[in-house]
Every structure is written in C-alpha cells, then in structure tokens.
Nanobody
Framework: QVQLVESGRGLVRPGESVRLSCEVTGFILDSYAVAWFRQAPGKKREALSAISPKDGRTHYGDSVMGRSTISSDNGQGMVHLHLSNLTPGDTAKYYC????????????????????WGQGIQVIVSS
C-alpha cells in the first residue's frame, strides 16, 4: 500500500527557510516520481516541484524557482523540499504526491498527473 507522510516545521518566520520531508512507503522510491504541491485557503492547489529519484530529473514551478531545491534519499525513502526566503504568501498546506511516471514539463503541474497523495502539512509564515 502506497503511503506518503509529510513532516517539517509548521511555523516559520519571514525570511527563514524550511525543509519539508515526505516519507514514502509501499514502493521503491527510485521506481516512482514524487512532487510537492501546496494549497492556501481559497486558492487552487499549486505545483511546486517534482523529482524523478531514479535519474534526478526535476521540475520547478515559477513561484519557487530559484529559492527551492528538491532532493531524494532513495535509501531512506525520503524526498525533501527546501524552501528559502519565505514570506507570508508561502503560508499554505503542503502536500507530497507520487506516481509511477515522471510527467513531462507540460503535464507535471496537473493534479491528475499524480495518483497518490499525502495528508498534507500546514506551514505558517508569520512574525
């Protein structure tokens, strides 16, 4: 059974960084692709980044380009998202998602490209 569990700091000050982690079980990490999304109240779920742990290919969304890094620890079954220079606009619930296929550039931001989802973790950016 595929399971994804997110973890990380829930309260961060503006300007700080956060590392979110996604622990995956039920499948071998390098046989799947993993992505991070977020959703703020009243807004659509937004794709942030995706990685193919097998070969290291990545995608990044415009809102986090240049201030985020996605990485995988295949041996530990973990995918991390490091996000820096946070602002209150980054306040949202963050989700990791997985699928057997690494989507192309024009499909990866679509929710329907990802079959498995975690429950999400709330991140609040506030002073």
């Amino acid at each position: 059974q595929v399971q994804l569990v997110e973890s990380g700091r829930g309260l961060v000050r503006p300007g700080e960084s956060v590392r979110l982690s996604c622990e995956v079980t039920g499948f071998i990490l390098d046989s799947y692709a993993v992505a991070w999304f977020r959703q703020a109240p009243g807004k659509k779920r937004e794709a942030l980044s995706a990685i193919s742990p097998k070969d290291g290919r990545t995608h990044y969304g415009d809102s986090v380009m240049g201030r985020s890094t996605i990485s995988s620890d295949n041996g530990q079954g973990m995918v991390h998202l490091h996000l820096s220079n946070l602002t209150p606009g980054d306040t949202a619930k963050y989700y990791c998602a997985a699928d057997q296929f690494f989507p192309r550039q024009d499909f990866w931001e679509q929710r329907t490209s990802w079959n498995y989802w975690g429950q999400g973790i709330q991140v609040i950016v506030s002073s």
